[in-house]
């Protein structure tokens, strides 16, 4: 079974500064989709990046990037240039290929705080 | 757009009372999943469905049961509530396999 481990409870970052985000995973599959997705106060679940596994390049959109290491089953996320909406829980998550549902698990998340 | 909608938004229960989660989506997505978030544990998916008429566990299926009821619909069931069921449900949906998940915008649910 795919496991996705966060070990970091909490981050802090001051605006305007970088921070990385952690995640690695366990999987057997050689093909899959890994995303981030981010949780404000308000609940609701906003993708934040994608990044298939096929695809050597690492993914980004606009503040927003990824270093994906498929060898040691590891992928951060970059914040740059931080901005105080970015405050909220981050989920890294895992999406099987195979059949059956396209199933999606999740990590224990981190909460990211911002400081002004 | 509604997109994925859940009710009821809030709800609090007695141990042993039964309820039902419904959740609908107007996307005319095939998969369909049940999700419970608690802290430090991130979301853990109770039931999922790959397509209409097909429904299968997920890492947290014990205490509930599921149905498609449709395309459209998918509802969650707790059958005999306890309080370890205290929780927050989201309710998502997808189309195929490279694409990211719809979430509802969620029910709290305190089983007392």
């Known amino acids: 079974a795919q496991t996705v481990t966060q070990s970091q409870p909490e981050m802090s970052v001051q605006e305007a500064e970088t921070v990385t985000l952690s995640c690695t995973y366990d999987t057997s599959e050689s093909d899959y989709y890994l995303f981030w997705y981010k949780q404000p106060p308000s609940r609701q679940m906003i993708l934040v990046i994608r990044?298939?596994?096929?695809?050597?390049q690492n993914a980004t959109e606009n503040r927003f990037s990824v270093n994906f290491q498929k060898a040691a089953k590891s992928f951060s996320l970059k914040i740059s240039d931080s901005q105080l909406g970015d405050a909220a829980m981050y989920f890294c998550a895992y999406r099987t290929r195979n059949t059956g549902g396209f199933k999606t698990i999740f990590g224990a998340g981190t909460r990211l705080f911002v400081k002004a | 757009n509604a997109g994925v909608t859940q009710t009821p938004k809030f709800q609090v229960l007695k141990t042993g009372q039964s309820m039902t989660l419904q959740c609908a989506q107007d996307?005319?997505?095939?998969?369909m999943y049940w999700y419970r978030q608690d802290p430090g544990m991130g979301l853990r998916l109770i039931y999922y469905s790959a397509s209409e008429g097909t429904t299968d566990k997920g890492e947290v299926p014990n205490g509930y049961n599921v149905s498609r009821l449709n395309k459209r619909e998918f509802s969650l069931r707790l059958e005999s509530a306890a309080p370890s069921q205290t929780s927050v449900y989201f309710c998502?949906?997808?189309?195929?396999?490279?694409?990211?998940?719809?979430f509802g915008s969620g029910t709290q649910l305190s089983v007392l």
């Open positions: 990044q298939e596994a096929y695809k050597q």
């Open positions: 996307m005319n997505h095939n998969s």
């Open positions: 998502a949906s997808s189309e195929g396999d490279r694409w990211k998940l719809f």
